[in-house]
Structure formats: structure tokens, C-alpha cells
């Protein structure tokens, strides 16, 4: 059977992506390894930005899908004493309601659903990806083929050797992920998430609090309620958890090849911040969508017509993302002891917070810049550290704007980009 593009994995980014195709008159193939009904299953809420369900062409959820909204982000120091507190308008959605609404509106598209099948290889021909086979040998045929299939993507992993796009996603970027339930939905309007606890972070909304880390030694839950017992002192329901995985880095270097393009978490679209995929996701999926139509209108899926979704994701979400990640890296590299002290003396301030989670490009003005000097002088290390941090991060932005305009210039672009990347620890 032969389709124009068949997408694999049926998230947020594989239903948006898909959706938009089909909506553009496109034959779309939509694999999932869940049964239909069991598509979006799993614990836990997701926070989601508000505008990111009108920017990717989807009303917003009601009713049961939306649990409630948030208006703040609190980031704590590693004592949960001290906390930088932000503007943060977002939602936390019921995943598995908005995911079976998504998958309607998809189907109401044209997108036939192909559930409870799990990739088995893609097909390759003459270097070009040609469709997939599915572990009971069933073999679909497509000009493209969209990977939203997650993290450890079997799709990215066995493409060919000529194609310029990492394979494995190194294990020093996948974070851990522990959560576990709250007995009832708090009536709260805030996201809380506690730095540099254990080797990770504690994060906790209305719905349930979890433990990340990308140390994979740890004892994830042990450390949770360790952490809940000596500062939270809440109840949870141990009987409703659950574990993930998540990439925490910069997107992929390259997401295209002749006929393979990917999205989601399959491509690293993560806010490194909060360690969020839905929205990133959405969005890369709704660019993605909107370059691919281009490109089946002129009947070319070639890794050169498709660059330009690297292109347009690099300039407006990757090179925000990338700005943030460093950041992260810059607040998580410090000791608990120097964050505590950084949060209490005003070292870091709620503008820095803000500007990590928008992408937005710090500026500190002299008077500001003396003001942390005098606060900071007593650990004048921490100043030393933060300010090297945002000029790599202003650095690390720019060069995702200044992303190759064809695969040419890619080699050169990755090896700049590595020693941005290395030049801070």
C-alpha cells in the first residue's frame, strides 16, 4: 500500500505533524505500536504551554482534558528555602484525553490509523528512504516518512550510514524520570521545580511530583521521597507512578535525509529547562508539516528540499533552545551551596529565571552588573561562572541562527557548535 507520508508514533508531534498533511489534501499513514484506544496512556499530567495548542492549529482543551492552569513557575535552591519566582502561563492537560481528541482530529483529516504495529526497518532504496515494514512483515510504501517515534526511535538508529544525522543520542543526555501521583488535584496555580537535588531536579504541579536526573546510578524513587520527607511533607499514591526516559540537549544536528525526517522526541525538541516535550514538540511537528506540503507539492522529499524545516526550526525554537540548555547548564554546574547562596543574595534574579525559560537574550546594564557585584562578593566565583555562562549562551543562540543553508556547510557548523559547547563546563 503506498501512501505520500507515513508517520511513526502517534504523540503530540506524530498527530500534529500528520494532521496538517492530511489537511492539505496529502495520503497519510499514521503507525503507533499502541492499540487505537490505548494511544496517549500513561500517568502523570503535561504542562503545556497556552499558546501552543493555537499555534499549532488545535482548539484548547476543556473539561476533563484540562486539570488547571498555571500562572507561575517557582524554581527553588536545592533547600527549598529560596525560590525565583516567574510570569508562566501554561496549562496541565489530561495526556491521554488530549491525545485521543488530537488522534480524532486527525482521522476527521483523512489520516488512516494503523494501530498496534511496531516498526520492524525502514525501506531504503538507492540511498532514499522508501517506507517502512512492520514486525509482522507488512510493508508500506511513501515518499516520506516522519519519525515521532521518541527518544530511542529504532527509525533514527537504522538509517543508513550515508545519512548525516546522529544515530544514538549518547546517554549523558537521557534523563530519568520518577513520578508518582498526588491522591487528589491540588487547587494550585503553580509549577514548582527544586534545583540541583541529588544530581537532578525535583519538579511538582497540581497533579504529581516527580524526581529527574541523568544520573542513571541513582535510586530515583528512593531519593524522591527522601527529598518529600525532610522538605515537602506531602502524601502521594505510590500506587499510581511511573518511570521515563528524556533526552536533555540540543536538538539534533541534522533532522532530514532523502525521504526521513524527524520530530519530536525522536529529534530532541525538549525545553531543557523543564524538561517539557509537548510543546516544543507540537510546534517542530506544525513547521515540519508546513515545509513537507511544500515540498510534496513540487514531488520532492530529497534531503535538499527538506532542509529547509533545519533551517526554519534552527532560527525560531532551536536557537532558543539552545540558549536555554546552556543556561541550565550554567545554574546546574554550581554547587547547592553556591545556588542557595546565589538565589538568597540575589546573584541570580527572577529576570535570569525568566529569560531561561523564554530563550530570551539576558541584557544586565552596569548599575545591575555593579548591584550583583556588591551582592556577590563574598563568592565572587558564582558572578564569574553566570556571566560566562550567558556570553556562551548568546554565542550558542547566534550560531543556531547562522545554521547552514544546505548540508555543505553542515561539518563546519557541528564542529563550531562542539566548541561552543565544550569551551564551558
Given at each position: 500500500?503506498?501512501?505520500?507520508?507515513?508517520?511513526?508514533?502517534?504523540?503530540?508531534?506524530?498527530?500534529?505533524?500528520?494532521?496538517?498533511?492530511?489537511?492539505?489534501?496529502?495520503?497519510?499513514?499514521?503507525?503507533?505500536?499502541?492499540?487505537?484506544?490505548?494511544?496517549?496512556?500513561?500517568?502523570?499530567?503535561?504542562?503545556?504551554?497556552?499558546?501552543?495548542?493555537?499555534?499549532?492549529?488545535?482548539?484548547?482543551?476543556?473539561?476533563?482534558?484540562?486539570?488547571?492552569?498555571?500562572?507561575?513557575?517557582?524554581?527553588?535552591?536545592?533547600?527549598?528555602?529560596?525560590?525565583?519566582?516567574?510570569?508562566?502561563?501554561?496549562?496541565?492537560?489530561?495526556?491521554?484525553?488530549?491525545?485521543?481528541?488530537?488522534?480524532?482530529?486527525?482521522?476527521?483529516?483523512?489520516?488512516?490509523?494503523?494501530?498496534?504495529?511496531?516498526?520492524?526497518?525502514?525501506?531504503?532504496?538507492?540511498?532514499?528512504?522508501?517506507?517502512?515494514?512492520?514486525?509482522?512483515?507488512?510493508?508500506?510504501?511513501?515518499?516520506?516518512?516522519?519519525?515521532?517515534?521518541?527518544?530511542?526511535?529504532?527509525?533514527?538508529?537504522?538509517?543508513?550510514?550515508?545519512?548525516?544525522?546522529?544515530?544514538?543520542?549518547?546517554?549523558?543526555?537521557?534523563?530519568?524520570?520518577?513520578?508518582?501521583m498526588l491522591p487528589k488535584v491540588e487547587d494550585t496555580n503553580y509549577l514548582n521545580s527544586y534545583l540541583a537535588v541529588?544530581?537532578?531536579?525535583?519538579?511538582?504541579?497540581?497533579?504529581?511530583?516527580?524526581?529527574?536526573?541523568?544520573?542513571?546510578?541513582?535510586?530515583?524513587?528512593?531519593?524522591?521521597?527522601?527529598?518529600?520527607?525532610?522538605?515537602?511533607?506531602?502524601?502521594?499514591?505510590?500506587?499510581?507512578?511511573?518511570?521515563?526516559?528524556?533526552?536533555?540537549?540540543?536538538?539534533?544536528?541534522?533532522?532530514?535525509?532523502?525521504?526521513?525526517?524527524?520530530?519530536?522526541?525522536?529529534?530532541?525538541?525538549?525545553?531543557?529547562?523543564?524538561?517539557?516535550?509537548?510543546?516544543?514538540?507540537?510546534?517542530?511537528?506544525?513547521?515540519?508539516?508546513?515545509?513537507?506540503?511544500?515540498?510534496?507539492?513540487?514531488?520532492?522529499?530529497?534531503?535538499?528540499?527538506?532542509?529547509?524545516?533545519?533551517?526554519?526550526?534552527?532560527?525560531?525554537?532551536?536557537?532558543?533552545?539552545?540558549?536555554?540548555?546552556?543556561?541550565?547548564?550554567?545554574?546546574?554546574?554550581?554547587?547547592?551551596?553556591?545556588?542557595?547562596?546565589?538565589?538568597?543574595?540575589?546573584?541570580?534574579?527572577?529576570?535570569?529565571?525568566?529569560?531561561?525559560?523564554?530563550?530570551?537574550?539576558?541584557?544586565?546594564?552596569?548599575?545591575?552588573?555593579?548591584?550583583?557585584?556588591?551582592?556577590?562578593?563574598?563568592?565572587?566565583?558564582?558572578?564569574?561562572?553566570?556571566?560566562?555562562?550567558?556570553?556562551?549562551?548568546?554565542?550558542?543562540?547566534?550560531?543556531?541562527?547562522?545554521?547552514?543553508?544546505?548540508?555543505?556547510?553542515?561539518?563546519?557548523?557541528?564542529?563550531?557548535?562542539?566548541?561552543?559547547?565544550?569551551?564551558?563546563?
Open positions: 500500500m503506498s501512501f505520500d507520508v507515513i508517520v511513526i508514533g502517534a504523540g503530540s508531534a506524530g498527530i500534529t505533524a500528520a494532521f496538517h498533511i492530511a489537511k492539505a489534501g496529502n495520503k497519510v499513514l499514521l503507525v503507533d505500536k499502541a492499540e487505537e484506544k490505548e494511544i496517549g496512556r500513561g500517568l502523570g499530567g503535561g504542562v503545556v504551554k497556552i499558546h501552543a495548542f493555537s499555534g499549532a492549529g488545535f482548539p484548547r482543551p476543556q473539561g476533563d482534558e484540562l486539570v488547571s492552569y498555571i500562572e507561575t513557575f517557582n524554581i527553588y535552591s536545592p533547600t527549598a528555602k529560596t525560590k525565583k519566582t516567574v510570569n508562566y502561563s501554561s496549562m496541565i492537560i489530561d495526556k491521554y484525553l488530549m491525545t485521543q481528541r488530537l488522534l480524532g482530529y486527525a482521522k476527521e483529516q483523512g489520516v488512516t490509523v494503523l494501530a498496534g504495529k511496531e516498526l520492524k526497518l525502514l525501506n531504503v532504496q538507492d540511498d532514499k528512504v522508501t517506507g517502512i515494514t512492520t514486525t509482522d512483515q507488512q510493508s508500506f510504501d511513501a515518499k516520506l516518512v516522519i519519525d515521532a517515534s521518541g527518544v530511542n526511535s529504532l527509525a533514527r538508529r537504522t538509517l543508513p550510514d550515508s545519512f548525516k544525522i546522529e544515530k544514538e543520542i549518547d546517554n549523558k543526555h537521557i534523563a530519568r524520570g520518577y513520578l508518582e541529588s544530581d537532578g531536579y525535583i519538579w511538582k504541579t497540581a497533579t504529581e511530583i516527580g524526581f529527574g536526573s541523568l544520573d542513571h546510578s541513582i535510586d530515583l524513587k528512593a531519593r524522591l521521597h527522601a527529598f518529600i520527607d525532610e522538605h515537602i511533607h506531602l502524601k502521594t499514591d505510590s500506587s499510581r507512578s511511573y518511570y521515563g526516559t528524556i533526552p536533555i540537549r540540543q536538538n539534533l544536528y541534522n533532522m532530514v535525509g532523502n525521504g526521513y525526517l524527524a520530530v519530536g522526541d525522536s529529534a530532541c525538541m525538549i525545553s531543557p529547562i523543564e524538561g517539557a516535550g509537548i510543546t516544543t514538540s507540537m510546534a517542530g511537528a506544525k513547521i515540519a508539516a508546513d515545509v513537507v506540503n511544500k515540498c510534496l507539492s513540487r514531488n520532492d522529499l530529497s534531503e535538499n528540499a527538506l532542509w529547509s524545516f533545519n533551517l526554519e526550526y534552527n532560527k525560531t525554537q532551536g536557537s532558543q533552545l539552545a540558549y536555554m540548555d546552556m543556561l541550565r547548564r550554567g545554574v546546574i554546574g554550581l554547587s547547592p551551596d553556591d545556588i542557595d547562596f546565589a538565589f538568597k543574595q540575589d546573584v541570580i534574579m527572577d529576570k535570569d529565571v525568566l529569560d531561561s525559560i523564554t530563550g530570551d537574550i539576558a541584557n544586565v546594564s552596569t548599575m545591575d552588573k555593579a548591584s550583583r557585584v556588591f551582592r556577590g562578593i563574598r563568592r565572587p566565583g558564582i558572578l564569574l561562572r553566570m556571566e560566562n555562562c550567558m556570553s556562551k549562551s548568546k554565542d550558542l543562540k547566534n550560531h543556531y541562527l547562522n545554521y547552514p543553508t544546505n548540508i555543505s556547510g553542515l561539518d563546519e557548523w557541528v564542529k563550531k557548535l562542539n566548541t561552543i559547547n565544550n569551551s564551558f563546563s
